[in-house]
DNA sequence: GAGTTTGAAACT
DNA sequence: CAGTTTCAAACTC
């Protein structure tokens, strides 16, 4: 520590805490203070003052959050005995606050290993991805349990439990008071939302950056410097806290991070028999959809219109006039498309037997943008610089800044990496998925919100189990070795966009070694978050326009199915990705 | 830049 | 669960 601090400048103020003795939390959440934070690792410091414990809770303790990134990053360092870390507050504000930094949890790292699902901005390399707390959920209850630390019960309570037991907290809510930017910096930062930092950040002022309003937060990220939130709890040195309250959210409603912007594609089409707009080739749109009454869909008010979406059955939105697709229009156009279905055997199939047809094949499933720009901006996502959007087409989700005609383009390959990553899109409501390798087929739960590419089952598989938070339920793998490389097994794993991430335990992980393995989740395996919603109760409540809070409307397929009797494969179509050979580029998504 | 409007989220 | 309040972003002046 001390060799480190030599060699920052002499400006440069230094926040100790003990990472495996003592739990700290600091509130040293100064906007700028954040940017400049630096956590050496290997430093033995002191013990910090805060009352707060934990013990073990660190055992790889390196991360750096750069303030020169805007971004918190954490460096893979793991120095199995260190301890100690040192948090380097570059022409910090805090200099006085101790930090706990319970890192480390592979979530928090660049690589996009547990990378909220729901990013919106996962272009922005500035933003922290949260990790899913799941993997270590077993860990930190221990160390809550032990540790006399107060349990979230209440976001808020919690929160202020918390703040009770860190005096330092108070001093530096003042500090942050005081150093807080002024409102005038606000229009600032609006002109840098998007167009400048590629991302958009936040403005919090009362809720800490750990409720839904957060557009951080709510997109399963970390507040970075552009924000100018104030007492802002999204922070990594938070990171237990916000995954507490995200949790909480969650069990709210377990929708609360899903991706908001979905295929509609892949929904059923009993889904509806009024949205159907899932055949239509502007087959994105808002899940929840919107409910504007004055400004006609026609202002970023409106979640539609916010992301580039249509609006679409799901909308209560009066006087719709989005551009990107009237609510009339949507539903037009989804009862005349049929690409989706083969009339002739009424199988569902998705030829993608070429590379370049398959995107250009599936970029035709998502045409949202093709049908609904009228005249505006091209989405990001058609954005030929984005090879990866490129490349993943329409089944990916898109998210929000993908979509939004004002998403900033990426400068770098994370952008995609993260979004195949971490932005499951299509949600497959009503409709088993099943793919064939071979001669077998592998059921691919409907259930699982997901599919995001198909030509990364990966990424398909793997969104529904993060979004199974709580769930214990792990599917075991597909590893559907069992074909040869080139003909049974699905290549796309291969691709290069498919990061070799699979959800393991609660959280992503990558798995070097299953590379090139498949998962295959039985059907009642599906992650009992998902299960949990299937009520035809609640799966009425998803369809149900008037809901803000929506329920997991993959869940319910049944229900949309019908109420037949079998919830989960009666009734309802199937689909089978039929391996064809040179998968993925040969893929057929079969109904059955 | 201040103030208003808007609709989602949260609350009751 | 419907109605209300709170919130932060979007917008207007």
Redesign the pocket.
């Known amino acids: 520590m001390q060799e480190a601090g030599q060699k920052q400048q002499s400006m440069r103020r230094h926040l100790h805490f003990e990472v495996e003795g003592a739990y700290k939390k600091s509130i040293g959440n100064n906007d700028n203070s954040w940017n400049s934070i630096n956590i050496v690792p290997n430093v033995r410091t002191p013990s910090s003052p805060m009352g707060l414990e934990a013990t073990g809770l660190f055992h790889a303790n390196s991360y750096t959050i750069s303030n020169n990134k805007q971004a918190a990053n954490f460096s893979p360092y793991s120095p199995s005995g260190s301890s100690f870390c040192q948090l380097e507050m570059l022409e910090t504000h805090t200099n006085n606050v101790d930090t706990s930094v319970r890192n480390n949890r592979s979530s928090s790292m660049p690589s996009g290993i547990g990378l909220h699902l729901n990013s919106i901005v996962s272009n922005c390399g500035s933003n922290t991805q949260l990790a899913r707390k799941d993997s270590f959920n077993s860990s930190r209850e221990k160390i809550l349990s032990g540790n006399k630390q107060p349990m979230l019960e209440?976001?808020?309570g919690w929160l202020v439990e918390y703040e009770k037991q860190m005096p330092i907290s108070q001093d530096a809510y003042r500090l942050e008071e005081f150093n807080q930017r002024?409102?005038?910096?606000?229009?600032?930062?609006?002109n840098n939302?998007?167009e400048n930092e590629g991302c958009?950040?936040?403005?919090?002022?009362?809720?800490?950056?750990?409720?839904?309003?957060?557009?951080?937060?709510?997109a399963g990220e970390y507040c970075t410097e552009p924000?100018?939130?104030?007492n802002c709890f999204n922070r990594p040195v938070y990171e237990d806290t916000v995954l507490d309250i995200r949790q909480q959210?969650e069990s709210?409603?377990s929708l609360?991070f899903a991706p908001?912007i979905v295929q509609c594609g892949q929904e059923s089409p009993q889904n509806s028999g009024e949205d159907s707009n899932q055949k239509t080739p502007a087959s994105a749109r808002?899940k929840?959809?919107?409910?504007?009454?004055?400004?006609?869909?026609?202002?970023?008010?409106?979640?539609?219109?916010?992301v580039g979406v249509g609006c679409s059955s799901e909308?209560?939105?009066?006087g719709c006039k989005n551009v990107f697709g009237k609510k009339e229009e949507m539903e037009h156009i989804k009862l005349g498309d049929k690409r989706w279905e083969d009339a002739s055997d009424g199988k569902m199939r998705i030829d993608i037997s070429q590379p370049e047809q398959s995107h250009s094949d599936v970029s035709s499933l998502t045409p949202m943008f093709q049908l609904s720009n009228h005249g505006r901006a091209v989405p990001k996502s058609q954005h030929p610089t984005r090879r990866h959007l490129a490349s993943t087409p329409e089944s990916q989700v898109l998210s929000p800044s993908e979509m939004s005609p004002?998403s900033p383009q990426t400068s770098d390959g994370n952008y995609s990496l993260m979004n195949v990553r971490g932005s499951p899109g299509l949600v497959l409501h009503d409709q088993e998925l099943d793919y064939q390798i071979g001669k077998e087929v592998y059921p691919l739960s409907p259930r699982w919100d997901g599919l995001s590419d198909i030509h990364d089952l990966t990424s398909l598989l793997n969104y529904p189990l993060s979004r199974a938070s709580s769930s214990k339920a792990l599917r075991p793998e597909l590893s559907q070795e069992s074909g040869s490389s080139s003909h049974g097994s699905l290549h796309w794993r291969n691709s290069p966009m498919i990061p070799n991430v699979h959800f393991s335990g609660n959280k992503f992980v990558t798995d070097p070694g299953s590379n090139n393995k498949l998962y295959n989740v039985p059907e009642d395996e599906t992650p009992h978050i998902l299960k949990e919603t299937c009520s035809p109760?609640k799966a009425?409540?998803t369809s149900?326009p008037?809901?803000?809070?929506?329920s997991p409307p993959h869940n319910c397929l049944h229900e949309l199915r019908g109420s037949s009797s079998s919830p989960s494969l009666r009734g309802g179509r199937k689909f089978i990705l039929q391996s064809v050979p040179s998968f993925p580029h040969s893929v057929k998504l079969k109904k059955v």
């Open positions: 209440d976001s808020e002024s409102p005038k910096k606000k229009r600032n930062r609006d939302t998007f958009k950040r936040c403005n919090c002022r009362k809720t800490k950056c750990l409720k839904l309003y957060c557009d951080c937060f709510n924000c100018t939130c104030k959210i709210r409603n609360a908001k808002h929840r959809g919107c409910t504007c009454k004055k400004s006609r869909c026609l202002k970023k008010y409106c979640e539609c219109y916010k909308c209560r939105c009066e004002q109760k009425v409540k149900s008037n809901k803000k809070r929506v």
